[in-house]
C-alpha cells in the first residue's frame, strides 16, 4: 500500500463491520436512532484517525496519569446499582459507555510502554487489579481477553517458573468469571446482531461474519520489531473479545450497536498504524 493510503486503513477494517451493521438494524427495522449513533462516531473517530495519521501527530500523554485515569473510569461503574447487578457502563447524559471497550486496549498500550521501564512485578499488579475490577462488574469476556493478553505482554519480561506460579491468577478469575456469568438479558440488535443479519438473508449474514474476523488482522499484520509484542497483545485481546460473542452473552465490537468498541478499536488500530506503519517511511 502507498504511504499517501496509511492514514484509510483503520477506516478500511472498521468500516465493513459499521456498515453491514447498520444495514442489518435498518432492515429489522431497528430505530434509527440506535444505528445512527453507530454511523454518527464511526464518522467523528474516522476523521481524527485520519487526521492524526496525515499530520502524523499522536497526543504524547503521560502513562501513570493514563493507567490510573483509566482504572478509576473502570471504578466509576460501581457508583450506582448497574442493570442486573451489572457494572459496566457509565452514564454520561444520555449516552452509556462501556468504559472497559474504551480503556482496555489504552491500558495494554500503556502498561508495554511501562515495562520498558519499570519492574515486571510492578506492572502484574496493576494489570491484576484490572483484572479483579472486570472481574467484579462482572464481564467474563473482558477478564478472559485482558487476562491472556496481558499475560502474553508479560511473557518476554519474566521466567516460566514464575509464569506458572504468578500468571495463574488471571486464568483462574477468567474461569470463575465463567462460571458466575452474569444473568443481563442480551439485546438484539448488540449482542444477537448476527442472527439478525442471518434473518434477512445468508449472504448478509457471512459478510458480516467475515467483517468481524477482519477486526483482528491488522494487529497480526502491521508489525515491527519493536512493537511486535505489544501488537499481537492487541491481537489477541480482540480476538478474544470477538470469540467470547459466540456465546451470546456479549456485544458484538462495531457490527451490533455500541460507541463504546468503536472508540476503543479506533484508538487501538490508529495507534498501531502510526507505529507500525508510518516509522518505515
Not at 160 to 180: C, D, E, G, N, R
Amino acid at each position: 500500500m502507498k504511504p499517501k493510503l496509511y492514514p484509510i486503513i483503520p477506516i478500511l477494517f472498521m468500516a465493513p463491520a459499521i456498515i453491514l451493521g447498520v444495514l442489518t438494524m435498518y432492515f429489522n427495522d431497528v430505530s434509527s436512532i440506535i444505528w445512527l449513533q453507530n454511523l454518527t462516531i464511526f464518522l467523528i473517530v474516522g476523521i481524527c484517525s485520519c487526521g492524526i495519521l496525515i499530520w502524523n501527530k499522536f497526543p504524547k500523554v503521560n502513562n501513570t496519569l493514563v493507567i490510573v485515569f483509566s482504572i478509576i473510569l473502570l471504578l466509576l461503574t460501581f457508583i450506582d446499582s448497574g442493570v442486573s447487578d451489572v457494572h459496566r457502563y457509565l452514564s454520561i447524559g444520555p449516552v452509556n459507555l462501556n468504559i472497559g471497550s474504551i480503556v482496555l486496549p489504552i491500558l495494554l498500550i500503556q502498561l508495554e510502554k511501562m515495562l520498558q521501564n519499570k519492574n515486571w512485578w510492578f506492572i502484574a499488579f496493576i494489570a491484576l487489579t484490572i483484572i479483579a475490577i472486570l472481574f467484579f462488574q462482572p464481564d467474563a469476556s473482558k477478564v478472559t481477553a485482558f487476562s491472556i493478553a496481558s499475560i502474553f505482554l508479560l511473557s518476554k519480561y519474566i521466567t516460566k517458573h514464575i509464569q506458572y506460579t504468578t500468571l495463574s491468577v488471571p486464568i483462574l478469575a477468567s474461569v470463575l468469571a465463567w462460571v458466575f456469568i452474569d444473568n443481563l438479558p442480551p439485546v438484539d440488535y448488540v449482542e444477537e446482531i448476527l442472527s439478525m443479519a442471518n434473518n434477512i438473508n445468508t449472504l448478509l449474514y457471512m459478510f458480516a461474519v467475515i467483517s468481524i474476523i477482519l477486526l483482528p488482522i491488522p494487529f497480526f499484520l502491521f508489525k515491527t520489531e519493536s512493537n511486535k509484542l505489544i501488537a499481537t497483545s492487541l491481537g489477541i485481546y480482540f480476538t478474544i473479545v470477538l470469540i467470547s460473542t459466540i456465546f451470546g452473552n456479549f456485544p458484538v465490537p462495531l457490527l451490533g450497536y455500541g460507541l463504546s468498541p468503536i472508540i476503543g478499536y479506533s484508538i487501538a488500530i490508529t495507534w498501531l498504524v502510526k507505529n507500525a506503519v508510518l516509522a518505515k517511511k
